[in-house]
């Protein structure tokens, strides 16, 4: 059974650092990996799919690494801001569109 | 990308009564997802609903607690039969097949 983690399930960092959100994964056989932000009581936005051939997708100020041999992804977040600030949940694809969510990494950026 | 609206937006029930959501896409998908989110958690998969065809559930998840309908391309409901406060969540739909997958903005369902 595919378990994912992400850590660390809490982040508060001052505005204009970079940060890195960490992601891993149990089972490696998966079809693709996907970022996604969800804002408080909102719905979820996709960010970034990385497939299982990529090792890394970059969107603005967002990029994302995979390495599935090792079952870990990372998001990292460039110059970051308020706007930022929501919670950033990574979840793995299989074949079989069976998808697995992490907990989530709630994120505060300080003006 | 696809654009998928659910209604309602949040709702109060009391105990032991039922709410329909629906989720409405604007463009034909095959495959359509259920998620729960509850409180504090992450999301978690209740069903598969393929148009045509009995709705796949996930272990914990039975047909008469959320029946779920999926009568064309573009439509699905998820029904929450007899509410307790334990089904206090958010509800999503997502659609995608995993290329990517995309949300709606979720049902807030609040049970007293």
């Known amino acids: 059974k595919q378990e994912v983690t992400q850590i660390p399930a809490a982040l508060s960092v001052p505005e204009g650092e970079n940060l890195v959100l960490n992601c891993s994964f149990t089972?490696?056989?998966?079809?693709?990996l996907q970022w996604f932000r969800q804002d408080h009581g909102k719905g979820l936005t996709s960010l970034l799919l990385?497939?299982?051939?990529?090792r890394e997708q970059t969107s603005g100020r967002l990029n994302a690494s995979l390495d599935k041999s090792s079952g870990r992804s990372t998001l990292y977040i460039a110059a970051s801001q308020p706007g930022d600030s929501a919670t950033y949940l990574c979840?793995?694809?299989?074949?079989?569109?069976?998808?697995?969510f992490g907990a989530g990494t709630r994120l505060t950026v300080k003006p | 990308s696809a654009v998928i609206s659910q209604k309602p937006s949040r709702d109060i029930c009391q105990r032991g009564t039922s709410l329909t959501i629906q989720c409405q896409v604007d463009?034909?998908?095959?495959?359509m997802f259920w998620y729960r989110q509850q409180p504090g958690q992450s999301l978690t998969l209740i069903a598969t609903?393929?148009?045509?065809?009995?709705?796949?559930?996930e272990s914990g998840f039975v047909i008469d607690k959320f029946p779920i309908s999926r009568p064309n391309l573009t439509f699905s409901t998820l029904t929450v039969s007899n509410m307790s406060p334990e089904d206090s969540s958010i509800y999503l739909c997502?659609?995608?097949?995993?290329?990517?997958?995309?949300f709606g903005d979720g049902t807030r369902l609040s049970i007293l």
């Open positions: 997502s659609v995608g097949e995993g290329q990517p997958q995309h």
């Open positions: 089972d490696s056989a998966i079809y693709n």
């Open positions: 990385i497939q299982s051939s990529q």
């Open positions: 979840a793995v694809t299989h074949n079989n569109n069976d998808m697995r």
């Open positions: 463009s034909q998908v095959t495959m």
């Open positions: 609903a393929n148009q045509g065809s009995e709705a796949t559930y």
